[in-house]
């Protein structure tokens, strides 16, 4: 739906960055310079960015999603608002700022491995101020994707939005994503994270946004500051901690679905898959567990939302995903 019949009905609202993918994928696809010119297996225009894929993922494992970006009042923005729109997420709190490009990201991808390339544009035109106040009092969960890229827009506003939204029980999550910039952490991160209820890195985000060297130094500095946190370990699963509780949440070995086509947006599904599960009761670990299952599954196609799963194929998948007590 484009517009809301109610706001009430709303169970997750997504905030950051809403940019079409050129998805390039092959061998080899290392751009060589100097003028030469490779072939390569496929490129393709698909709905990209982390908050975009997070929303779409969600309608599809059937939640009532809204989205809030900034777009341009270009061709790209035109494709993702119909690409959300043919997906059932509300896109009346996606913005067009005039005289602005749509962000577009080149993703590079081989494998598990991909290289990322992303134009900004307009998507760091969305500032707390454009986030409307009825999806804010009328949602169930609120959710940021790619922080870093809205940091010095929406990331000023952001403490007292997720402040707001605890107040009326709302809870929160947040997935900052790789910093462009490689400065991470701040006191305004660190200020929005004593208002998130779940932060989603992934391993290597969790050991930069800590400053510590290991993984478990991370997780002890993250949770000092406030937030459960989940982090993704790619193939290896999910680490989830919640104070002095830890669970492996550990994917079944072999190809499942079958094989790993591209890797793209397979951690924002799986924030998909996790945010589901805690809006429909599940204990932390069996939320994450919900998550591995949408994350695996997205991996089955090429793009972030091409092989995006139902809640019945997620489901079913995620009783094959094993939960471990502790961490090894």
């Not at 950051?16 to 072939?39: M, R, S, T, Y």
């Not at 609120?142 to 107040?167: C, D, K, N």
Request: charged share 15%.
């Amino acid at each position: 739906m484009t517009e809301r019949e109610s706001a009430t009905d709303l169970d997750l609202l997504v905030l950051g960055d809403c940019n079409p993918d050129v998805l390039v994928l092959g061998d080899d696809v290392a751009p060589a310079f100097g003028q030469q010119e490779k072939l390569v297996g496929s490129i393709s225009l698909v709905v990209g960015g982390s908050a975009a894929i997070t929303a779409v993922a969600a309608a599809r494992l059937g939640l009532r999603v809204a989205l809030a970006a900034a777009i341009g009042s270009d061709p790209a923005g035109e494709f993702m608002l119909g690409q959300l729109a043919g997906e059932g997420v509300d896109t009346t709190a996606v913005l067009r700022r005039p005289g602005l490009a749509t962000g577009m990201t080149v993703a590079l991808s081989h494998g598990s491995d991909r290289a990322i390339l992303t134009a900004l544009g307009a998507m760091t035109a969305l500032v707390a101020a454009d986030v409307p106040d009825d999806l804010l009092c009328h949602t169930r969960h609120l959710h940021v994707s790619s922080y870093f890229m809205v940091q010095h827009s929406l990331g000023p506003g952001l403490q007292q939005l997720f402040a707001s939204a605890r107040a009326r029980g709302t809870t929160t999550s947040l997935d900052t994503n790789w910093d462009p910039a490689g400065r991470w952490a701040d006191d305004q991160l660190r200020a929005i994270l004593t208002q998130t209820d779940v932060l989603l890195p992934n391993e290597e985000e969790a050991r930069h946004l800590s400053g510590q060297p290991t993984l478990d130094g991370a997780i002890a500095s993250l949770t000092a500051a406030g937030p459960k946190v989940v982090v993704k370990l790619g193939a290896r699963g999910a680490l989830c901690v919640d104070g002095s509780r830890s669970h492996w949440i550990e994917p079944p070995p072999g190809p499942g679905l079958g094989p790993v086509v591209d890797t793209t947006g397979a951690g924002d599904c799986f924030n998909a898959g996790l945010i589901t599960g805690l809006l429909g009761g599940l204990e932390l670990p069996a939320a994450a567990r919900l998550g591995c299952a949408a994350g695996s599954a997205s991996t089955r196609a090429a793009g972030g939302t091409a092989a995006a799963p139902d809640l019945a194929t997620a489901v079913a998948l995620s009783e094959s995903v094993t939960i471990k007590p502790g961490w090894q």
